[in-house]
């Protein structure tokens, strides 16, 4: 992260753009954070330019408990005391962050996932978020937006300023990975039409530009949703296993494949298959000690 600069954008709502962009909300001579940096060294220019500013960080808002969000929560809060509000289901995760890496790969991972890109260091949520009103007193709402992660949530306030965290992501940030961490296809979808409908002057992506209408990007964001869905079902015309799909969808969207893109991809693809098959339009058997997926659901 090059140094960072503090954005206004309306009122008492503020910005720090960067690799994760961070929000930053003033009341009085205090700040809360939105989340704190892809990494130490983000949190640690962070904290900086908050002193320079002449800001005590009241507390840190952890949208979601992923590295690149959460990587300078522990420098900053063993800096300064300072809270963490997270959501319930992202909490387990802030404090244990080693199991990121074992969520995506399923199982013990490999030294390959051993690194700041997938295990931030931990730190401690000391306001769990049990009301999503808990600080309506400061002008600051959470807001659940699950889908991308596990129980994820965006911040409106009092400015019309909606920080919507990874619930979508700019077109050039699409365009880079092609096909998008999510965990929970169904929710990932409904949080965009929430993100769409809600009014606000500014809207907020972790990655991406600050947009004042939301409209074409959630259109862009849902429309990969479903073209991945769409190459799913035409790769599950052939009863294939799971390698095949994520080869053969890999291979549409031009994802190069790693082990950390392995890992992504691949939970992401298993996603997709829970999720179609949930909705029936997929179905799987098991023969000759492999797990075969088949669309359309009611084909033998
Ligand atoms: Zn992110």
Redesign the pocket.
């Known amino acids: 992260m090059a140094k960072p600069e503090l954005v206004n954008l309306a009122g008492s709502s503020f910005v720090i753009p960067g690799p994760?962009n961070i929000g930053l909300i003033t009341r009085g001579a205090e700040a809360y954070l939105i989340d704190s940096g892809n990494d130490k060294e983000a949190g640690r220019k962070i904290l900086r330019l908050c002193e320079e500013k002449g800001l005590a960080i009241r507390a840190i808002i952890s949208t979601h408990s992923?590295a690149?969000?959460i990587g300078g929560n522990e420098y900053i809060q063993t800096a300064t005391g300072c809270k963490i509000y997270a959501s319930e289901g992202e909490k387990p995760l802030i404090e244990a962050p080693g199991l990121e890496a074992s969520l995506l790969w399923g199982g013990m991972p490999g030294a390959e996932l051993d690194n700041k890109f997938f295990r931030a260091a931990p730190s401690r949520v000391t306001e769990p978020i049990e009301d999503y009103g808990a600080l309506a007193s400061e002008g600051i709402d959470f807001f659940p937006l699950p889908g991308h992660f596990l129980d994820m949530i965006g911040i409106m306030t009092n400015d019309k300023v909606f920080y919507v965290a990874?619930s979508l992501f700019g077109p050039k940030v699409l365009e880079k990975h092609r096909i998008p961490f999510i965990y929970d296809v169904a929710a990932y979808k409904d949080s965009i039409r929430k993100v769409r409908a809600t009014e606000a002057d500014y809207y907020v992506m972790?990655?991406g530009d600050v947009e004042r209408d939301i409209g074409a990007v959630a259109d862009a964001n849902l429309g990969l949703v479903e073209r991945i869905e769409e190459s799913i079902l035409d790769i599950l015309g052939d009863e294939v296993n799971f390698e095949v799909v994520l080869k053969d969808l890999c291979g549409r969207f031009g994802v190069e494949l790693g082990y950390g893109s392995y890992a992504l991809v691949g939970s992401t693809t298993r996603s997709f298959l829970s999720y179609l098959a949930k909705e029936k339009k997929i179905a799987y058997r098991f023969k000759e000690g492999e797990m075969l997926w088949k669309a359309p659901a009611d084909s033998p």
Do not use: K, L, R
């Open positions: 994760t992923n690149d969000h990874d972790s990655h």
